[in-house]
């Protein structure tokens, strides 16, 4: 075999580089650069400018938010010596000076990573212990960043304390976790803590644009905020998507299009979910079956169906409040939310919720999906046609409707009433249906407000048991077969039953007494007292 069908007699080809993700390519090399998070930079700067640095720095928040970029800006910042090799810290690292390029490019001797996810014993806390003694070899600072440090052993972490509440000068410690609850105490209140917050929607779709501006790739608007919606506040994950969507568009010859990026994430399209959520209201079974079969046949997964249904529901309570609109929301979408938002009330818009939160946790868990995410939606549609219990119960309780019941042996009992008109007749119901503690308990601290049917407002003579009201509504339920709307409040209300007993027997006992007889006899006898006084007061009578 000749050298010249090896290869060996052409010219070298220069070496390609390695593609590199946009999430890494696009990582914030300065503070400015950094979004989302302009309080952590104000505060870092002013602490930088007043030579007040802490010496230990924890950085928690979601994934992606860019807590190990901003652990590597403050290296940065910290020993910066800028152009000349004269600088100090600065807020605003130059990035061209030695100790800026060999941070960014991990190579730093005295700025050491670790993860602590797999460095998590004693022994490698140890070594850090060990090294921290000495001084930087050509830096300003020694800096360790440990990223997961909730993933430290507790033995690793007692070991870093003493170490941690008293570096050397020359050591700062950057600590990032995503679980700061697993910290312990005492290593937290060791160190100057920055939440590093979720990034707004509005803000990763800009940031998106500028990125895929930078790389050449035409995107629509839409397919951004769909990208940034999906990325839950992570830039890290909305790049990352971003990229499979290049990628996809790449193999279709175009940009990246709002409905590609469905497609990809399996996301429903707005528009077929605003006409699935018209049929459910409109209570058309056939039509919404029909809709969410035509979604699922285009690989949309029926959870998602539901999620995105979930979503519509809480931006039509969103309008209802008069909030501004969603980032991302198309015109036709913010009126559609808008006509629902007037024609629906909230105690429906409750029940939509509930009623789709149920389905989507049991689409979840269930061994035929789309067949529960059928029965899900009917489930809906039938609620939808049910009215309000509270409505229903103030119809009942007015006479406005009637129920119809098979008739009935006579019977020498007489039926109760289907409501109890009054505080003492609801206790007497209470005492009829061996809630005896309740009915004690109604009649000794309830002062009622507002006693309407089944909507009953009362003040409380003193604290009630924490679970009062629940054992109270679920009582009523049972006895009356409705659902009752009960709720405490500040005012004062009327006496009590027993507090306007005690008032009617005081009354009772003045008259007695204020009577001839027993004034004179109480005159005659100063130390008498009167017992036996409501006998008395009916023999009189």
């Avoid at 995503?178 to 590093?196: A, G, I, M, W, Y």
């Avoid at 509930?354 to 946790?361: A, E, N, Y």
């Avoid at 899900?376 to 406005?400: F, K, M, T, Y």
Wanted: glycine share 8%; hydrophobic share 45%; aromatic share 4%.
């Amino acid at each position: 075999m000749s050298d010249s069908f090896l290869g060996l007699d052409e010219p070298p080809q220069p070496k390609q580089e390695a593609y590199r993700v946009l999430a890494r390519k696009y990582r914030p090399q300065t503070f400015s650069a950094l979004i989302g998070q302009d309080a952590m930079v104000q505060t870092l700067g002013n602490a930088i400018k007043r030579d007040r640095l802490a010496h230990a720095f924890l950085l928690t928040g979601v994934r992606g938010v860019g807590k190990t970029s901003t652990a590597r800006l403050i290296a940065k910042a910290l020993n910066c010596i800028g152009p000349d090799g004269q600088g100090g810290p600065t807020i605003d690292p130059c990035g061209v000076c030695e100790p800026c390029r060999a941070i960014a490019e991990g190579r730093h001797i005295d700025v050491i990573e670790m993860d602590a996810a797999s460095h998590t014993g004693i022994d490698d806390i140890r070594e850090i212990i060990e090294a921290s003694r000495y001084s930087a070899v050509s830096a300003r600072y020694k800096i360790y960043i440990i990223d997961e440090v909730h993933m430290l052993s507790k033995a690793a972490f007692n070991g870093l304390l003493k170490t941690l509440e008293e570096p050397p000068a020359h050591v700062k410690f950057l600590f990032a976790t995503t679980e700061v609850n697993k910290v312990p105490v005492t290593v937290l209140s060791r160190c100057q803590r920055f939440d590093l917050r979720r990034i707004p929607a509005e803000m990763l779709a800009g940031h998106f644009a500028r990125v895929a501006e930078a790389e050449g790739v035409e995107a629509e608007p839409e397919a951004l905020a769909l990208i940034a919606r999906a990325a839950e506040g992570s830039a890290r994950d909305g790049l990352s998507i971003l990229d499979q969507a290049i990628a996809h568009a790449g193999l279709e010859g175009g940009g990246v299009r709002a409905e590609a990026v469905r497609q990809m994430l399996g996301l429903s399209d707005r528009g077929a979910i605003r006409t699935l959520f018209g049929l459910l209201l409109a209570g058309d079974a056939m039509g919404a079956l029909a809709a969410l079969r035509g979604q699922y046949d285009l690989g949309v997964d029926p959870q998602a169906v539901l999620r995105t249904l979930l979503e519509t529901v809480h931006g039509v309570t969103l309008a209802k409040l008069g909030t501004d609109a969603t980032a991302g929301q198309s015109a036709e979408e913010m009126k559609a939310l808008q006509d629902w938002a007037a024609g629906l009330s909230f105690p429906a818009l409750h029940r939509l919720w509930q009623l789709l939160l149920r389905g989507h946790d049991e689409v979840a868990k269930a061994a035929l999906p789309i067949e529960a995410c059928e029965m899900a939606l009917l489930r809906v549609i039938h609620a939808s046609q049910l009215p309000d219990p509270g409505e229903l119960a103030r119809q009942l309780a007015n006479g406005s409707v009637s129920v119809s019941a098979p008739a009935a042996a006579p019977s020498s009992k007489p039926a109760e009433p289907a409501m109890p008109a009054s505080m003492t007749e609801l206790a007497a119901r209470l005492e009829a249906g061996k809630r005896f503690q309740l009915a004690q308990q109604v009649r000794d601290y309830l002062r009622p407000v507002r006693f309407d049917g089944s909507e009953f407002e009362f003040g409380a003579a003193r604290e009630l048991p924490h679970d009062f009201i629940r054992e109270l509504g679920a009582a009523l339920r049972d006895i009356t077969g409705v659902n009752w709307r009960l709720k405490c409040v500040e005012d004062a209300g009327a006496p009590t039953l027993r507090e306007e007993a005690a008032a009617n027997e005081a009354a009772e006992r003045a008259a007695v007494l204020a009577s001839p007889v027993v004034a004179a006899a109480m005159e005659a006898f100063p130390d008498a007292e009167l017992i036996g006084w409501n006998n008395l007061r009916s023999k009189q009578a």
